[in-house]
């Protein structure tokens, strides 16, 4: 920054004449203290006070994210680690198959010619979605029981497990089928 040139003594004379008497001060460094004020940080408390509000009229029911029991299945003979692989993941899905929308009668029917195309083009691990069951009332998940029982019955399964959440969770089940 550029100093301003130094004032004439006529110009200081009548700065003097137009302000009056001067009073020096004793100190030529003027210290100017602002207290500091820690920021507030305003958004978050917002966020985290309105944290209860919305748990409370979510439309989300906690309760309804993982409804019923995890299907598991392993059969006489495989060694344990392999239904502990499947469950961990260990085997890549080659198929699914959702069973949303039908009736008993008519997922028995597609179960089974599911499973049977899946031998036929060498699919070893499968998935089923069955679904929760959360529309069933009182009858509980009808599809996902009767592809338990569909499952325990047949020859070619050697392990399911329910899928992990996000692949479905307790609503899809992924099998695995013996080599043809």
Do not use: W
């Amino acid at each position: 920054m550029k100093r301003s040139p130094k004032p004439s003594p006529e110009d200081v004379d009548l700065f003097h004449a137009a302000v009056g008497p001067l009073r020096r001060l004793r100190t030529t460094q003027v210290a100017i203290e602002t207290a500091r004020r820690e920021p507030v940080p305003e958004q978050f408390l917002k966020d985290e006070a309105s944290v209860s509000t919305e748990l409370m009229t979510s439309l989300i029911d906690p309760a309804e994210i993982e409804v019923g029991e995890e299907l598991s299945y392993l059969k006489a003979g495989v060694a344990s680690r392999v239904l502990r692989q499947l469950k961990r993941g260990h085997f890549s899905i080659d198929d699914e198959f959702d069973l949303h929308q039908m009736t008993a009668v008519v997922a028995r029917e597609a179960i089974a010619s599911f499973l049977n195309e899946c031998r036929r083009e060498r699919r070893l691990c499968v998935k089923i979605i069955h679904g929760k069951g959360l529309r069933s009332k009182a009858d509980g998940p009808v599809l996902k029981r009767l592809t338990d029982r569909m499952l325990r019955q047949r020859d070619d399964v050697l392990a399911y497990a329910s899928a992990k959440s996000a692949e479905g969770g307790t609503g899809a089940v992924l099998v695995l089928l013996k080599r043809p």
